[in-house]
């Protein structure tokens, strides 16, 4: 798979380039790049369109009268036979648009699980809390939550809160989960579903963890090795491929309540960190510097 992969990339031409998701929908999920995988492309793998529309269906059911509290309306663009390998998030006034993109969908690496967390991420731009991006200009913050929280909150609560209703020990029974992660499941959560959860949760991450690996090229992303930059600042824009799965991994290990709410404006609110007494499932210091 890894080798069709790659003569794929090649016949479709792939650049990336440190950029993060913006307001104005013109980078993504993922670095810019220019990779394509069209409808029907042979020897892709992926999901299919009616899975890739199930999921966006269900997370629209779930945060649907979320956005509307904040005045504001979530309209998702089903982009199915656009060939496109990413995803975004802006705001045209009271409209919260959510981008999705049949050709991230149909990329080998992405699972179903790993869809949700792609659609949780941006909807995180918009209600996923503090910290916030810089806006354009430099004169405060933007009204999007930055890269890393939009990741964690895609799966501390967004994702979390899309399992919630399913059998995900039979889920999970399908899966190779490695033993590191359903000893570190275990030691935060008692009952058998949630730490089913935590296993799903962080193996979503896991496969858009590898989707990271394939179009970037840094190193193999690893459960058991996880980023040891420590960042003097937080870190706004895309971290790098481990340190995202470590920020997913975290953020399944972070026991909150679905109904401890995030912050627009306090980065402590309704998350695990070590001034709220955490000593797991906090957010990586790979890319976030925790503030006095």
């Not at 779930?62 to 663009?77: C, F, M, R, S």
């Not at 869809?115 to 405060?140: N, Q, S, T, Y």
């Not at 401890?260 to 402590?268: K, M, W």
């Amino acid at each position: 798979m890894k080798k069709t992969l790659m003569a794929m990339v090649t016949v479709l031409g792939l650049t990336t380039n440190a950029l993060a998701c913006d307001e104005h929908g013109k980078t993504g999920f993922l670095p810019e790049n220019n990779m394509r995988i069209p409808v029907g492309l042979k020897s892709t793998g992926g999901i299919t369109e009616a899975q890739f529309n199930n999921v966006i269906t269900k997370i629209e059911g779930l945060y649907n009268a979320e956005i509307e509290k904040h005045g504001a309306k979530l309209a998702v663009q089903r982009n199915w036979t656009d060939a496109t390998v990413n995803a975004y998030a802006m705001q045209n006034g009271n409209e919260w648009v959510v981008a999705m993109f049949g050709g991230l969908a149909r990329h080998p690496q992405v699972t179903v699980d790993g869809f949700a967390v792609v659609m949780c991420h941006e909807l995180g731009h918009h209600i996923g809390g503090a910290p916030k991006k810089d806006d354009r200009w430099g004169m405060g913050k933007s009204w999007a939550t930055n890269e890393g929280q939009a990741d964690y909150f895609g799966t501390m609560k967004c994702l979390r809160s899309y399992f919630q209703d399913e059998d995900n020990q039979a889920v999970v029974a399908k899966m190779k989960v490695p033993a590191t992660v359903t000893a570190k499941c275990s030691t935060v959560y008692k009952s058998q579903e949630e730490i089913a959860i935590c296993q799903r949760s962080a193996m979503a991450g896991y496969s858009v963890g590898r989707l990271f690996n394939d179009l970037s090229g840094d190193g193999v992303v690893d459960f058991s090795k996880p980023d040891a930059a420590v960042v003097k600042t937080t870190y706004h824009n895309h971290p790098a491929s481990q340190c995202r799965l470590d920020t997913y991994y975290q953020a399944a290990l972070c026991d909150k309540a679905l109904t401890d709410e995030v912050s627009a404006t306090d980065e402590f609110a309704g998350v695990c960190a070590l001034k709220n007494g955490d000593a797991i499932g906090n957010r990586p210091s790979c890319w976030y510097k925790e503030s006095n």
